[in-house]
């Protein structure tokens, strides 16, 4: 059985010739090559149209006696191993392919050879997902992914769904013992194996640092930054050719209005604690007093935090933006505010939606089954019901209309912004606030009838009158609230 090593550049990989120079460009990076013999520019050519192995590149430097020039050519091309991919052939077939991910500077190909008595499984960070017409294999521990070329090769990833020699895959899928080991080492490259200690867990679960991590906190953490992805990142506008922005405010959801009261700034400022006593004496505070509180401190709770100060126009990107009194990344402003209301003086309980631009309350629904089940979910958090819960919802388009790859994790760093602001506001306010740690999305959803993937909830804020002693009171850790307390 012959296996055979092939080295191409990635799809994104282009060669432009500037003045006498030839560039490798890839992702707005170019790496100019100077001096270039050629035989280097044909070989360069050459795998950026198809897969070739460095023998056949070797060849006609050798054939023209050129060796110095074939060891220039190969040291420069190692200086560019996170854009190149490395093929594995068996029996003429390619069976998987490595592609670099990012460009990742510490990247290097290496092809070992693994030893009879290790044991393998694919690593439990490792994911399997379709990209374009291929199966991809990819880990937030590695910096490539492991492209699946054939059957063949599905075959002998299987095999590794439990703890394998290089000997029990080739024995499972049918290759020689030379090609499994070949193909452990593709995986080994990309990270997706984890080694099996002669007793104990898996060699990934006996580390403290990487033990602790969950999948999804890992794979969210590497693909929300840079470093371990090729994709586009920042302010991109991806969907500007595509699609409208959403609006700055949503459509209304309801003829029923409620003007909220209005406070004069210049009246807080005199009333108010300073900041500095307020930063000092935030707290969370889990438990609300007998007296609800008031339809007008909501108001003005409501106008202190969310209200829209100012609205302007992108003229160049053609996106509505505003200032708020929380930051919000670019000004985009893709949050909501759905109050909940238990006991509110002054105001009905059931569901509503806060307009920031007419500081109104839109009517959604009188109490259901639904807001019912959100508030019992929030008064496990805390040690009595909510009076009021403010919902904080995100119309995910608005973000992902102009960022790529940092989206939801911006969105998630906007919550934390408004958290805190509503947060100072209610220790300024002399009221109960407490900003909660999860909640259910799909429940919120069809609470009001939303389509899940274009606005849900994203995060959830206590608020009501303090208790008489005005002491905030501790969050009874281990019990069985602890696993979606809030913030201390």
Not at 14 to 36: A, D, H, I, Q, Y
Not at 100 to 120: I, N, Q, W
Not at 476 to 486: D, F, L, M, N, V
Request: negative net charge.
């Amino acid at each position: 059985m012959q296996t055979d090593n092939y080295i191409s550049f990635r799809s994104d990989v282009t060669l432009t010739m500037r003045g006498e120079n030839l560039c490798v460009e890839s992702k707005g990076l170019s790496f100019p090559w100077e001096g270039l013999s050629d035989l280097a520019v044909a070989a360069l050519r050459k795998i950026n149209q198809e897969p070739a192995t460095p023998e056949s590149l070797r060849e006609p430097f050798l054939n023209s006696g050129r060796l110095d020039e074939w060891l220039d050519f190969k040291h420069r091309l190692d200086l560019l191993a996170p854009l190149v991919c490395h093929t594995l052939y068996i029996d003429s077939v390619p069976t998987v392919r490595l592609v670099p991910v990012g460009f990742a500077a510490r990247y290097r190909f290496s092809l070992t050879s693994m030893e009879e008595s290790d044991k393998y499984v694919v690593s439990r960070f490792a994911y399997m997902r379709r990209q374009d017409d291929r199966w991809v294999l990819e880990s937030p521990l590695g910096k490539a992914r492991a492209v699946i070329m054939s059957p063949h090769g599905f075959e002998l990833l299987m095999s590794l769904s439990e703890a394998c020699t290089y000997k029990t895959v080739a024995e499972k899928g049918n290759v020689a013992n030379s090609a499994a080991s070949q193909f452990l080492s593709y995986l080994q490259n990309a990270d997706l194996l984890a080694k099996i200690p002669q007793s104990g867990p898996p060699c990934e679960d006996g580390d403290q640092p990487l033990a602790n991590w969950e999948f999804h906190d890992l794979l969210f953490h590497t693909r929300s930054r840079l470093g371990r992805h090729e994709g586009s990142y920042g302010g991109t506008y991806r969907f500007k050719q595509q699609f409208e922005p959403l609006p700055l405010i949503r459509p209304s959801l309801s003829e029923s209005r409620i003007n909220l009261f209005k406070p004069e700034t210049d009246h807080l400022s005199n009333r108010d604690l300073s900041f500095a006593d307020v930063a000092e004496q935030r707290r969370s505070i889990r438990q609300h007093g007998l007296e609800a509180i008031s339809v007008q401190q909501l108001g003005e709770f409501l106008f202190r935090t969310a209200r829209v100060v100012k609205v302007y126009h992108d003229e160049v990107n053609g996106q509505s933006l505003c200032f708020r009194p929380y930051a919000s990344g670019g000004a985009i402003h893709e949050l909501e505010i759905y109050p909940i209301i238990r006991n509110c003086r002054g105001l009905e309980a059931g569901l509503y939606r806060y307009d920031p631009i007419k500081h109104t309350l839109e009517e959604v629904s009188k109490s259901t089954k639904e807001t019912e089940r959100i508030l019992l979910m929030a008064s496990q958090t805390l040690h009595s019901d909510p009076q009021v819960l403010l919902v904080i919802s995100a119309r995910f388009q608005r973000l992902q209309w102009k960022y790529e790859s940092m989206a939801y994790a911006l969105l998630l760093k906007n919550v934390g912004a408004l958290y805190q602001t509503m947060s100072l506001t209610a220790t300024a306010m002399r009221l109960a606030g407490c900003p909660l740690g999860g909640g259910d999305s799909d429940l919120f959803a069809a609470a009001v009838g939303l389509d899940y993937y274009a606005e849900t909830s994203v995060g959830e804020f206590a608020l009501g009158s303090r208790v008489e002693n005005d002491t905030p009171v501790p969050f009874p850790y281990g019990s069985s609230a602890e696993s979606s307390r809030g913030a201390d």
